[in-house]
């Protein structure tokens, strides 16, 4: 087993009284990456922003067993305003601006970091390009570099194929497959079938969670842990068979590898 990096033991959240998860025992280790899944308001943002301690639980602790465990965030609705005037790497660095005591004050180091960063997303010759120039996928990417660019032991993505088409959310994918040979990568996504390939265990948020320790699961098991998702068969994009099933929910996958 690989070192732990995050803990969530027996939390409980709620607002405004009304509770949204419960009993929640979890734990992220190194080279994970697990998608959540779950059904519209079943909490999986909540439990997001809980990791990240955004969100304050009503009884049970958050353990980050680093003591200055990085994050990257790349939030579900992002608020970019693209009318603002502002360079893609100047957007990739405001990711270490949590770290600097003046806003601004961006060292050569910082501005290196920011170039490895668009690279890896291979934006570089976008380094200059005003934000609001982008599509909706460069904008994505750029925001991915800014997730990654203080190199993360572990990045939380929240649905990050909202704003991309479907030939771009492969080559993201794709992408995200390369980082986590670098960090651990946690994943919201409504669609399994596009992303049962790229994660290594599903994490199905209900209220309640209930962790899979691998990347096929069946309509059956999704039922036995209370989280009514549709799987939806995607053309020829390449995604590893969610097993056979006689059930009533949903569709079976087929193995297009
Ligand atoms: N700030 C808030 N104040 C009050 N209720 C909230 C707040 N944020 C979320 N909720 C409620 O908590 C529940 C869980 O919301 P959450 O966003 O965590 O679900 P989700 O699984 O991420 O949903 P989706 O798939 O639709 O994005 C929902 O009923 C939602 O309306």
């Not at 680093?66 to 609705?77: C, M, V």
């Not at 600097?100 to 570089?124: F, H, I, P, T």
């Not at 904008?139 to 993505?157: D, G, H, Y």
Request: charged share 20%.
């Amino acid at each position: 087993m690989t070192e732990p990096l995050i803990e969530l033991k027996d939390v409980r959240v709620a607002y405004d009284g009304k509770e949204v998860l419960n009993q929640v025992n979890f734990t992220v280790h190194q080279n994970d990456f697990i998608g959540v899944i779950g059904p519209n308001g079943g909490g999986k943002t909540t439990m997001v922003k809980t990791m990240l301690r955004l969100i304050k639980p009503v009884s049970g602790k958050v353990v980050h067993h680093k003591k200055h465990l990085e994050i990257g965030y790349l939030p579900q609705y992002t608020n970019v305003d693209k009318r603002f005037p502002i360079k893609v790497c100047d957007v990739v660095l405001s990711g270490l601006m949590y770290r600097k005591k003046l806003v601004g004050r961006y060292n050569k180091k910082d501005r290196q970091k920011a170039c490895d960063a668009l690279s890896w997303v291979g934006m570089e010759h976008l380094a200059d390009k005003h934000i609001g120039s982008l599509s909706g996928g460069e904008t994505q990417k750029a925001l991915l570099a800014r997730a990654i660019v203080s190199s993360p032991s572990l990045l939380i993505l929240d649905e990050p194929d909202t704003y991309v088409d479907y030939a771009s959310e492969g080559e993201i994918y794709e992408l995200l497959r390369k980082l986590n040979e670098h960090m651990a990568i946690l994943m919201v996504s409504h669609d399994l079938g596009m992303i049962s390939s790229y994660i290594k265990t599903i994490a199905c948020v209900n209220r309640m969670l209930h962790y899979h320790k691998s990347n096929v699961i069946t309509p059956e098991q999704l039922q036995t842990y209370n989280c009514p998702i549709q799987l939806v068969t995607h053309g020829n994009v390449p995604h590893t068979v969610l097993a056979e099933h006689k059930g009533s929910m949903g569709h079976a996958k087929h193995d297009h590898q």
